[in-house]
Structures are given as C-alpha cells and as structure tokens.
C-alpha cells in the first residue's frame, strides 16, 4: 500500500510538472484563424458620376451625377459577405462579394446628352444602374507575431456594371454594360489588442493608363472585432471604395466612377 501511495504521488508531481512546462494556447484570434466567414450590413453612402459617349458622330456625352441628375438613391444599403482562407502558417485568400442595384423615375434638372439620346427636363426617365464586384486577394504575413501580423500581397476584382436610361414617351432607350478584371496591390494587418479586441485594416490600390483606357481602385478597410466566443464575433467597421474607368477613342466610350464610403455591423464565424 506505501508502495502504491509513493507511486501516485509521484505520478501526480509529473503530472503537474508537464502541465507547468506545456506551452499556454494562442487565444482564438483573427492570426490564428483557418477559416472565416463574416456577414455584414453596409450603411454607407455612394457617389455615381459618369458620361456616356456618341461614339456615332464622336462627340462626348455629358457629365451627370446619377444621384443628382437622374435622382438614384444615395444611400448604399446592403449586406455583404467575406471568406478568408488561411493557406498554412503565412498565407491568407480573402474573398469578398458584393452588388449595389439602383432604379427610379424623374426628370433630369437639365439637358444631358447621353450616348446617342438627349434628356431634357420635359422627360420622365426611367433609369438603373446595377453593379457587381467580386474581389479576390492573396497576402503573405512578412511579419507574424503572437499579437501582430503584416502581410502584402495581390488583389483581382472582377467588375461588372450596366446602365440603363429611357423615355418610353418618345421610344428612347439607352444602355451600356461592361465587365472585365481589375489587379491591385494589397497590405493587410491585424493586432490583436486583448484576449477579446482585434483591430484589423487592410488597403488596396492600383492606377493604370493603357492606350485610351485610365483606371482606378482604390479599396480601404478598418474594424474592431469583440471575441464573444472562440468561434464567434461580432464588431464595427468602416468601408471606403473608389473606382473609376476612362475610355476614349472605342466603342463604348465614356467615363464611370462610382465612389461608396460608410460604416457597418458585421458577425464573424471561425475556426
């Protein structure tokens, strides 16, 4: 019986020493994430400038404001979704997907020629204007600490637009619609403030001249996230996009820039 006594003591001391010397778990954070999912809800604003081009009789559109002009809704009410991926120890994909659609029925303040057709303030026009952008960017963590991560990398957005503007009075009727690729490059960074707080920023930029095509994008992010469970939080954050895209000398031509800015509420899952 001493014997056996003598035995689980000691195996207890043992016991108490390995869990002394085992290191202590990283707190579930967004470094030490696999996989994340975030939805949120953007209650932002948006700015829509354009001109659309005669490439008939080569002769240049208007400049309108689609919210001033054509009075298309503001207000950027949306809700939008966020995969992150991380590929072993310093790599991360994030993917991003979001659409703005837009539609109303008012007359022009003034005259604005618009492609091949004219609206005048006697017109009641019908216009729309939808966009969708999926964004793709691979970062690789340079700098990867307990409490702090850097990393740089590459960014595709793949961009789609199209906008619509009638008359059914007069039987006019317009619409332009364009969708391509667009490359920029990325800086993200999280620092993880506490057991609980995280603060993440990131930003993305790119300006090209190619021939008659000039274009922009700009893509600028910050949130502080509440760890509520290990797999679970909730934060605030703020969005600031700006793209723009200038043809001249095809078909079409023209110009669009569409310039979205505002907070948002999001859930984050993750493992």
Known sequence: ?????????????????????????????????????????????????????????????????????????????????????????????????????????????????YGGSSFTPADLVASRFDWQQIDFTYTYSFLRWTKFELGAGLGLHLLQAEAEASVAARGVHEDLSGSGPFATLALDGTWRISRRFALSARGQYFNFTANSVTGKLGDYHADLQFRWRPNLAFGLGYENTHTKLDVSNSNPSGLLRVDTRGPELFARASF
């Open 1 to 113: 019986m001493r014997q056996l006594l003598i035995l689980v003591a000691l195996s207890a001391v043992c016991a108490a020493s390995a869990a002394q010397e085992a290191p202590t778990p990283e707190p579930a954070s967004p470094i030490t994430d696999y996989f994340a999912f975030r939805a949120s809800a953007f209650l932002g604003t948006v700015q829509t400038q354009g001109r659309i081009d005669n490439t008939t009789t080569q002769t240049p559109g208007t400049p309108f404001s689609a919210e001033d002009d054509f009075h298309l809704s503001p207000h950027a009410r949306q809700v939008r979704a966020e995969f992150i991926f991380r590929l072993r120890e310093r790599s991360r994909l994030r993917v991003d997907m979001w659409e703005l659609n837009r539609d109303a029925v008012s007359s022009p303040t003034r005259t604005i020629n």
